[in-house]
C-alpha cells in the first residue's frame, strides 16, 4: 500500500494510492461529498424569516413535502443497485462494478437530500405553515416497487431535472444528477429503449411532466411529489420548455439518440419497441 511510506506504518493523505478499481471510484464519491458538504443549521440561521411573503411560504411547503420523497428514491436506488450488481458478476464484471458504485453513491445522494428536506421542512415550521402529519410523511416515504434499473435511474433523473428548475425558476422570483446511467446503456445489457420509455413519460402531452397541473392526476399508490404541489395563489414555477430541453439532451446524453420534441421522443421510442 503506497499511502504507508515510513517504517511506523504512518498515513500520508498527500501520498497518491495505486488505482484500485471501485476503491478508487468510491475514494473519488468521498472526496466530491466532503467538498460540499454544508450545514443545514447554519443556513437557517441565515434566513431572515421576516422578509419571507405568502407566496414563499407555499414554496417552502410545497418542496419540503416533495424532499420527503427523495429518501426512498435513495433507498430504492440502494437496494436496486446491489441485487442488479449480483446479477452480473462472473458475468460481466465491470458492469457488477459499475452497479456496486451507483449504490454506494446512495449514500451520499441520500444525505445530501436530508439536507434539502431538513431546510424546507424546519423552514416551514419556523415560519407556521401547515403542519405535516405523521400519516403524510409516512404515506410520502413508501419506497417504489421494484422495476428496470436504467428506467429507474431514468426516473430519479429526471424527477432530479424537475426540482433544479423549479429551484432556480423560484429563486429567480425571489443537482448533477450523479448518477451514471451512460454506464448501464455501454455495457449493451440495459436497452436504452427503457430512458425512451421514461422520457415519453415525462414529455407526452398530459404526461408528467405537467404533474399537477394536469385537469386528471392518476391515482396511484404510490406519491410522486410533483403530482402533489398546492401552488394555491402564488406562481407555478414551472418552465416546461427548459424542462423539455433538458430532458432530450439527458437523453442524448445516455443513449446518444438526439431527440428534440415530444413526437420524436415517441417515434424513436415505437421504432425500438417495433
Ligand atoms: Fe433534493
Not at 418542496?63 to 443497485?81: H, N, Q, V, W
Not at 424546519?122 to 400519516?135: A, F, G, N, Q, V
Not at 410520502?140 to 426516473?155: C, V
Not at 403530482?227 to 446518444?256: N, Y
Amino acid at each position: 500500500m503506497s499511502v504507508i511510506n515510513d517504517e511506523a506504518g504512518t498515513v500520508d493523505p498527500t501520498v497518491e494510492p495505486s488505482r484500485d478499481g471501485l476503491m478508487d471510484v468510491i475514494w473519488e464519491q468521498q472526496r466530491f461529498h466532503e467538498h460540499r458538504r454544508w450545514s443545514a443549521v447554519e443556513f437557517l440561521g441565515a434566513v431572515d424569516t421576516r422578509s419571507l411573503g405568502e407566496n414563499d411560504r407555499t414554496y417552502v411547503w410545497n418542496f419540503g413535502r416533495a424532499e420527503l420523497t427523495t429518501k426512498p428514491g435513495a433507498d430504492r436506488l440502494a437496494r436496486l443497485s446491489d441485487s442488479e450488481c449480483r446479477k452480473w458478476v462472473g458475468k460481466d464484471d465491470v458492469l457488477a462494478s459499475v452497479l456496486q458504485a451507483c449504490g454506494t453513491w446512495s449514500r451520499y445522494w441520500n444525505e445530501e437530500e436530508a439536507h434539502h428536506e431538513s431546510v424546507l421542512t424546519h423552514l416551514s415550521r419556523m415560519l407556521s405553515c401547515e403542519p405535516i402529519r405523521d400519516d403524510v410523511v409516512i404515506r410520502y416515504r413508501e419506497i417504489f416497487g421494484d422495476d428496470d434499473m436504467l428506467r429507474t435511474l431514468f426516473l430519479l433523473a429526471i424527477s432530479e431535472i424537475n426540482a433544479t428548475v423549479f429551484y432556480t425558476s423560484m429563486a429567480s422570483k425571489v443537482k448533477d444528477e450523479g448518477l451514471r446511467a451512460r454506464a448501464l446503456v455501454d455495457s449493451g445489457k440495459y436497452s436504452p429503449r427503457s430512458v425512451l420509455a421514461v422520457a415519453h413519460l415525462f414529455v407526452r402531452p398530459g404526461g408528467e411532466l405537467y404533474g399537477s397541473a394536469r385537469d386528471r392526476v392518476e391515482d396511484r399508490r404510490h406519491i410522486n411529489w410533483w403530482d402533489h404541489l398546492e401552488f394555491k395563489g402564488a406562481e407555478r414555477p414551472d418552465d416546461h420548455d427548459r424542462q423539455r430541453k433538458l430532458i432530450f439532451a439527458f437523453v442524448e446524453d445516455v443513449t446518444s439518440i438526439a431527440v428534440n420534441s415530444a413526437e420524436e421522443v415517441e417515434d424513436r421510442w415505437l421504432e425500438m419497441v417495433g
